[in-house]
């Protein structure tokens, strides 16, 4: 993707973050404490708009809560999703399995659990930035039956745009998040091999110490769904005891 390529290399700290918390108190602290660490803070007010705060303020990353005013961080994670690729991550005090769930699946790439600690949230925080803008970004070298044209990969009738970030079949096309793109592209260049759990760990989320293994189980589902909405069943096999692979077409 060139021009993610290029935007990773115009893009330099301090990376802007936005808090988007309903405790003015705890956002206060957070953003504080976020300064500390030479990030640029940036609180949103959770009675506006959330999507036009974003695109007004650019941020480079999201720390999103769950409990806000009107609607709740599942739904304003989506909203956001439809126009920003920056990297979201919940900051709740909701700890149920199906909250970290419910997050991933409407857009979310990472979920801290309130009191959390600001070393390990500063750490993911890195870790997301790497992957969206540094050295982890996906570069154009990397996509071998890419046509270098449209930046986009075919496996039988599915079609992946790594420009749009988009997957599509037949005209119909639905987004994707940053994640089920990487995951999609590696299981499409293996052109049907079997692609290992570690290696999607290793390449999608580099601070895998700080991953649980069913966020990966989590992603692969969503874009299962993702591509049943276009009529796609059973592309992704579930290797059991070795990873996943696309089914040939």
């Known amino acids: 993707m060139r021009a993610l390529a290029a935007l990773a290399d115009a893009i330099q700290p301090p990376f802007v973050v936005a808090v988007i918390e309903d405790d003015e108190q705890l956002a206060s602290a957070l953003a504080r404490q976020l300064a500390r660490y030479e990030f640029e803070p940036v609180l949103l007010d ?51 399995g199906m909250d970290q769930v419910f997050a991933l699946d409407n857009g979310g790439d990472d979920y801290v659990v309130k009191p959390f600690d600001m070393d390990v ?15 982890y970004a996906m570069q154009p070298e990397s996509v071998a039956t890419r046509n270098r044209t449209s930046d986009v990969l075919v496996w039988g009738e599915v079609q992946l745009n790594l420009r749009r970030m988009q997957v599509g079949v037949e005209g119909q096309w639905t987004s994707l998040t940053k994640t089920e ?3 999609l592209r590696m299981l499409m260049e293996a052109k049907g091999g ?28 969503r874009v299962r769904r993702r591509l049943a909405v276009l009529g796609v069943e059973d592309l992704i096999h579930t290797v059991r005891g070795a990873g996943y692979q696309l089914a040939s077409r």
Do not use: M
Not at 68 to 78: H, I, N, Q
Not at 121 to 135: C, D, F, H, T
Not at 194 to 221: G, K, Q
């Open 181 to 183: 793109l990487e995951l």
């Open 46 to 96: 959770c009675r506006q708009d959330l999507v036009a705060a974003v695109g007004e303020t650019s941020p480079h990353a999201i720390l999103l809560d769950i409990n806000l005013p009107k609607y709740d961080g599942f739904y304003w994670c989506r909203r956001i999703r439809e126009t920003s690729v920056a990297p979201i991550i919940f900051v709740s005090a909701r700890n149920a």
């Open 194 to 221: 079997v692609v290992s759990r570690e290696d999607l760990l290793n390449a999608i989320w580099d601070d895998t110490d700080f991953v649980d293994d069913n966020t990966l189980t989590v992603n692969v589902a």
């Open 121 to 135: 949230l500063v750490a993911k925080l890195r870790a997301q930035i790497r992957r969206a803008y540094g050295e």
